[in-house]
């Protein structure tokens, strides 16, 4: 019984920094990244969106949202498996997404978009492949956009808008900042200078409302 009761305490402290996470994120910044995304399509530039671990994995879930519901080209270097395996095996793990963007003809008409915890911090040798990447985009002055967990790493120092995910707990940085990447790149997605077709659900719906009345 004890177990039960201390499962629900957690989950709605859990809970709890969820909506004061939520509460915290900064509206004005969100739109400052909409406004940069949207003037990328507006010149057909290209959307590259950098993650590793668990923001790998959100990168691929981000660049389909943006590909299918707001029409944008938009891509993720860690979607190619053997290319990544090849650079980290052949000339080290830093190295995986700088060449990438290289090869990709990275320019002035395209927006990196970093999903990380940290955002890399090179003094601590933390994600150092990011940190290459987004001096390779300040250099061909691509826009960058983050979202972070860290208003001090790198990617917040150098980004044009940088939405970071505000701490309410140190021990949960990582599953919050994670977890509301997905929440904000949806918000990106669907707002409305973005958004160019429905998603399927909502779609749905308003087809059946439309009927009823």
């Known amino acids: 019984m004890s177990e039960l009761v201390a499962a629900k305490s957690f989950s709605e402290q859990y809970l709890t920094e969820v909506s004061e ?3 915290g994120l900064d509206p004005e910044m969100v739109e400052k990244a909409v406004a940069l995304i949207a003037k990328t399509r507006d010149r057909k530039g290209r959307l590259f969106v950098l993650g590793v671990g668990g923001s790998a994995g959100n990168a691929s879930h981000a660049v389909n ?5 707001a029409g944008i080209e938009a891509y993720a270097p860690t979607d190619n498996v ?5 650079r980290t095996n ?3 793990w830093h190295s995986i997404f700088e060449p990438w963007l290289r090869t990709s003809r990275l320019n002035s008409k395209d927006t990196v978009l970093v999903l990380s915890v940290g955002g890399g911090d090179e003094k601590k040798n933390i994600s150092v492949n990011l940190i290459e990447a987004l001096k390779y985009a300040r250099k061909v002055k691509a826009s960058i956009i983050g979202i972070v967990g860290r208003s001090s790493g790198y990617t917040a120092q150098v980004a044009d ?3 970071v995910v505000p701490t309410v707990n140190p021990e949960h940085i ?3 900042s994670e977890s509301f990447q997905a929440v904000i790149w949806h918000l990106l997605v669907f707002h409305p200078r973005l958004k160019m077709i429905q998603g399927k659900w909502e779609s749905v719906e308003q087809g059946s409302a439309a009927n009823k009345t």
């Not at 949202?65 to 519901?69: A, N, Q, S, T």
């Not at 053997?82 to 090849?86: H, L, N, R, V």
């Open 82 to 86: 053997s290319e990544i395996t090849a």
């Open 65 to 69: 949202d943006f590909r299918k519901l």
């Open 161 to 163: 808008a940088c939405i």
């Open 21 to 23: 996470v939520a509460g």
């Open 90 to 92: 052949d000339d080290g």
């Open 174 to 176: 990582t599953p919050h």
